[in-house]
C-alpha cells in the first residue's frame, strides 16, 4: 500500500501529538515528520516533499500563512495543505477563496479522520497548483489587512472588507460607513485612506465618494429623472442609496465587469 507522507506543524506539542496520533490511526497515512514552527516546518517540508502538510496558523515567528508563502521560492513542492486553525472569520474566508481546505481545533477527533478521507477520495483527480493557491491566499489576505483609521477620540482599527463606502462630509472631515450602519468620522483626507484600500475592490463614484463594490446588492434607474441610477448597498438601508453620475455609470460597469464581482441586469 502506498502510504502518503504527511508532516503535522503546531507550536503546541500536545496539539502535534494529538494530530500525529489520530493521523496514524489512518493505515494510509504516514507521519514523516513534525515541526514547531515555521522556520522549522519549511526546512521539513524540504527535505521530506510531503503529499499533506497539516499546518497550523497561529504560531510564533513564522504562521502557518506566513510558511505558505515561503513556499513559492520551492516551486518543486507540490504538497496539498490543510490549515488547522482556531475559528477566525477572515482567516477562514481567505482559506476557502484560496481552495485550501481546513479543520477547526474544537473538535480534532471529528473533522481530522473527516479530512483525511476526503483527501484520499480527491488526491488521484486533484489538479489545483499550490502556486495559484499561494496567490489567491496572499490577495485575500492582502484585502483583509487590518488598517489605522485615527478619528477625533481614538485610531480604530478597520478591515477593507467591512468598509461598505466613505464619503466627505465637509472640508477636513469625512465619513466611513461600515456593515451595518456603523460609522467613523475622521479627518485624514479620502486621498490618503484610498491608498490604504485595495485597489480592486474600491471604485470612485465622484469626487467625494468611495464605495466598496463587495458591498452593491442593487442598481436601479430611478423613477422621476431618465438615466438617474443609483446603488443600494448591503445591510443598508434604502435611504442611503447612492446616486451615480451619468458619465461614471459606464466606467462602474467595467470596474464590476473587469473584476467579476457581479452580473448587471439593466
Known amino acids: 500500500m502506498i502510504k502518503y507522507k504527511t ?46 502538510v497539516l499546518l497550523d496558523i497561529e504560531m510564533p515567528g513564522m504562521g502557518g500563512f506566513d510558511l505558505v508563502m515561503a513556499l513559492k521560492d520551492y516551486p518543486a513542492f507540490n504538497p496539498i495543505i490543510i490549515f488547522v486553525t482556531v475559528y477566525d472569520e477572515y482567516a477562514i474566508q481567505a482559506i476557502r477563496l484560496s481552495a485550501f481546505d481546513y479543520i477547526l481545533k474544537t473538535n480534532l477527533d471529528e473533522y481530522l479522520p473527516q479530512a483525511l478521507s476526503k483527501f484520499a477520495l480527491e488526491k488521484a483527480g486533484r489538479n489545483l497548483l499550490l502556486g495559484q493557491q499561494i496567490e ?14 485615527s478619528s477625533q477620540n481614538s485610531d480604530v482599527f478597520v478591515r477593507p472588507a467591512d468598509i461598505i463606502y466613505l464619503t466627505i462630509i465637509k472640508r477636513g472631515l469625512n465619513k466611513i460607513v461600515l456593515k451595518h450602519g456603523e460609522q467613523i468620522q475622521t479627518s485624514l483626507q479620502l486621498n490618503s485612506i484610498e491608498k490604504l484600500l485595495p485597489e480592486v475592490d474600491f471604485f470612485r463614484l465622484d469626487k467625494r465618494t468611495l464605495i466598496n463594490v463587495k458591498h452593491i446588492s442593487e442598481i436601479k434607474k430611478g423613477k422621476s429623472i431618465s438615466g438617474r441610477r443609483y446603488i443600494y448597498m448591503k445591510t443598508l438601508p434604502e435611504s442611503e442609496k447612492l446616486l451615480i453620475p451619468v458619465r461614471k ?9 473587469t473584476h467579476q464581482m457581479l452580473k448587471y441586469i439593466p
Open 7 to 52: 508532516i503535522v506543524i503546531d507550536d503546541i506539542p500536545e496539539n502535534v501529538e494529538q494530530i500525529s496520533r489520530l493521523t496514524k490511526q489512518d493505515e494510509r497515512f504516514e507521519v514523516v515528520a513534525t515541526a514547531c514552527n515555521g522556520a522549522d516546518g519549511l526546512k521539513k517540508i524540504a527535505a521530506h516533499n510531503p503529499d499533506l
Open 136 to 149: 489567491t491566499l496572499s490577495n485575500s489576505l492582502e484585502r483583509n489587512k487590518q488598517i489605522i483609521i
Open 249 to 257: 455609470h459606464k466606467a462602474l460597469m467595467d470596474f464590476i465587469d
